[in-house]
């Protein structure tokens, strides 16, 4: 099982609707969580930063998460042609040394289409 | 406030050289961790400094090395280059305490000819 997983999509919406992006991870004692946009050719954007259950806004985009589920999602709400991008899921393993070793799932790649 | 600096933006190399790559971090940030992303494997994590002193370290090959100095400034050194070592290498920088969220740099395209 690997530790951080992402549907690898692509994951295609119209523009204006609500894209949900999924990620489930396999340390349960893992306390922080990260989401970072990645555009073709660039380098990864941090995006949202999540710590505690539940749901966090910032904008178009909320982050959940559900620590008891090992599971974290986000959210675009009206999503706009410029959200097209590879969307990264990170976590915080602390079974892995500790502090800030990020493992990174596979990323999943939104189309928002006019 | 400037980001997170990488030098060289581009490098090309032949199998068997040595390459060494820079990171400038985010002022007032004294973690540094460097990242090999790959279209296959994706973004993998190579190893953290924080202090000069390396905390963490992923599941790569003793030819990939780094260091950090008393700036905060850090170098990722890979000996004996393969072709598999092209790769896009990512350094990100944080305050250092866990759970601290990461800013990347631009990253250095190294590609092995």
């Known amino acids: 099982q690997k530790e951080v997983e992402q549907n690898s999509g692509p994951l295609s919406v119209p523009e204006g609707a609500i894209a949900s992006l999924n990620c489930t991870y396999s340390?349960?004692?893992?306390?922080?969580f990260f989401w970072y946009r990645q555009y073709s050719g660039k380098s990864p954007e941090l995006i949202m930063s999540?710590?505690?259950?539940g749901d966090k806004e910032d904008g178009r985009f909320t982050a959940q998460l559900n620590k008891a589920s090992q599971y974290v999602s986000l959210l675009i709400r009206d999503s706009q042609p410029s959200d097209s991008a590879t969307y990264l899921c990170?976590?915080?393993?602390?079974?892995?040394?500790?502090?800030?070793?990020?493992?990174f799932g596979a990323g999943t790649r939104l189309a928002v289409h006019p | 406030k400037a980001g997170v600096t990488q030098t060289p933006r581009y490098l090309i190399k032949t199998r068997g050289q040595q390459v060494t790559l820079s990171c400038s971090p985010i002022?007032?940030?004294?973690?540094v961790s460097w990242y090999q992303q790959t279209p296959g494997q994706g973004l993998q994590f190579l190893f953290e400094y924080f202090s000069e002193t390396q905390r963490n370290k992923g599941n790569f090959p003793g030819r990939f090395s780094g260091r950090q100095f008393s700036n905060s400034r850090s170098e990722m050194n890979v000996s004996t280059l393969e072709l598999g070592d092209s790769a896009l290498y990512l350094c990100a920088s944080s305050l250092g305490q866990e759970g601290q969220p990461q800013h990347f740099g631009d990253g250095t395209r190294l590609s092995i000819l």
């Open positions: 990170a976590v915080n393993l602390a079974l892995s040394g500790g502090y800030n070793k990020l493992i």
């Open positions: 002022s007032g940030h004294r973690s």
């Open positions: 999540i710590y505690s259950n």
């Open positions: 340390d349960r004692v893992s306390q922080s």
